[in-house]
T-cell receptor, first 115, second 116 residues
């Protein structure tokens, strides 16, 4: 069972426009959500996180929104730049008393930002 | 070290061979995780260490997979009698541990295993 889902395998946007990447989850016990960015032949790098008690977290061009009732989060990148072209993974952690800090990842969305 | 270091970066094995993948976590990081990433998929959890103790190995796909971290720093993931379905990128990640806030994992570049 896929606890974290990214239903859009790819997204293409024009430079300067907004990129919106979406993620759905099924486990209401998750307490943190993270976004990672991955370039080819490199490991994923941390981008931004949000606690389940918040509904928004912003860091520069990156904003993450959390809708707990819908079990949905999204990452907004404004304005998008060609260097943002990468695979973006949504991840979740915290599963109650058995929490080890491990992250559960979605399948990833490939973002292409066209100049 | 400054980051998580993994070796080898690329490994080609014949089916049935044993392989060993090494991970050097960030110095002082208590938590260490191994993930498997198949082509076009997200990383899938394999196992977790807190210092030298392997506290969660629920993601290891079979008893051919074995991981250790004997001194609480360097870790080795061993795969015995490799099969074609073991072909993937194996990612190691470390973190300071669970204190407060999100447990941000720092990943290495991965070891790409190809089993022929």
């Amino acid at each position: 069972d896929q606890q974290v889902k990214q239903n859009s395998p790819s997204l293409s946007v024009q430079e300067g426009r907004i990129s919106i990447l979406n993620c759905d989850y099924t486990n209401s016990m998750f307490d943190y959500f993270l976004w990672y960015k991955k370039y080819p032949a490199e490991g994923p790098t941390f981008l931004i996180s949000i606690s389940s008690i918040k509904d928004k977290n912003e860091d520069g061009r990156f904003t993450v929104f959390l809708n707990k009732s819908a079990k949905h989060l999204s990452l907004h990148i404004v304005p998008s730049q060609p260097g943002d072209s990468a695979v973006y993974f949504c991840a979740a952690s915290g599963q109650g008393s058995s929490n080890t800090g491990k992250l559960i990842f979605g399948q990833g969305t490939t973002l292409q930002v066209k100049p | 070290g400054a980051g998580v270091s993994q070796s080898p970066r690329y490994k080609v094995a014949k089916r049935g061979q044993d392989v060993a993948l090494r991970c050097d976590p960030i110095s002082g990081h208590v938590s260490l995780f191994w993930y498997q990433q198949a082509l076009g998929q997200g990383p899938e959890f394999l196992t977790y260490f807190q210092n030298e103790a392997q506290l969660d190995k629920s993601g290891l796909p079979s008893d051919r997979f074995f991981a250790e971290r004997p001194e609480g720093s360097v870790s080795t993931l061993k795969i015995q009698r490799t099969q074609q379905e073991d072909s993937a990128v194996y990612l190691c990640a470390s973190s300071r541990g669970l204190f407060s806030g999100a447990n941000v994992l720092t990943f290495g570049a991965g070891s790409r295993l190809t089993v022929l």
